[in-house]
């Protein structure tokens, strides 16, 4: 078992910035997959970035050159730098932890953390 918990989140002007924190703590196997996704209103969740334990990241095209996702592994902490942030990132930022347990995937999710970017 895995439990995440988020923390960072905030009300934020447009063009401002926020850093998102998620730290795991549990079964964490050596090999997995951190990320954030996100659910606006009205909105299906979307993936917003990914990061593997290798360090090989990915991100949604709306946050590619804004946002960039790290971790640390020692910790198994995953950040999420939120630069020139947007009104349309409004959402429910979740942290996510993806590892392959007994030859199947299993995903994990934090509780959410909101993110609100209004003037």
């Known amino acids: 078992q895995v439990q995440l918990v988020e923390s960072g989140g905030g009300l934020v002007q447009p063009g401002g910035s926020l850093r998102l924190s998620c730290a795991a703590s549990?079964?964490?196997?050596?090999?997995?997959?951190m990320g954030w996704y996100r659910q606006a209103p009205g909105k299906q969740r979307e993936l917003v970035a990914t990061?593997?334990?290798?360090?090989?990241?990915n991100y949604a095209a709306s946050v590619k050159g804004r946002f960039t996702i790290s971790r640390d592994n020692a910790k198994n902490t995953v950040y999420l730098q939120m630069n020139s942030l947007k009104p349309e990132d409004t959402a429910v930022y979740y942290c996510?932890?993806?590892?392959?347990?007994?030859?199947?995937?299993?995903?994990?999710w934090g509780q959410g953390t909101q993110v609100t970017v209004s003037s």
């Open positions: 996510n932890l993806q590892q392959t347990e007994n030859w199947r995937a299993r995903d994990y």
């Open positions: 549990g079964s964490i196997f050596s090999i997995n997959r």
């Open positions: 990061i593997t334990s290798g360090g090989n990241t």
